[in-house]
């Protein structure tokens, strides 16, 4: 969980869902960045943590 949560944190140029969220809400790239750099650093934190708390747990 951890490895999977880490490879989300700066992917969005290569990730597809960041074209497609882009051309489908007719955001400019610029815009598109801004918001999906928060979304995934947001993500990534939030599943290392997660993975954390449960490395504690398990």
């Given at each position: 969980m951890a490895i999977s949560a880490g490879s989300i944190f700066a992917s969005h140029?290569?990730?597809g869902g960041f074209w497609i969220?882009?051309?489908c809400f007719g955001i400019s790239e610029r815009?598109?960045?801004k918001s999906w750099t928060v979304l995934e650093s947001v993500l990534s934190v939030a599943g290392f943590a997660v993975a954390a708390v449960l490395s504690?747990?398990?």
């Open positions: 140029v290569n990730d969220a882009a051309k815009d598109t960045l504690l747990v398990i």
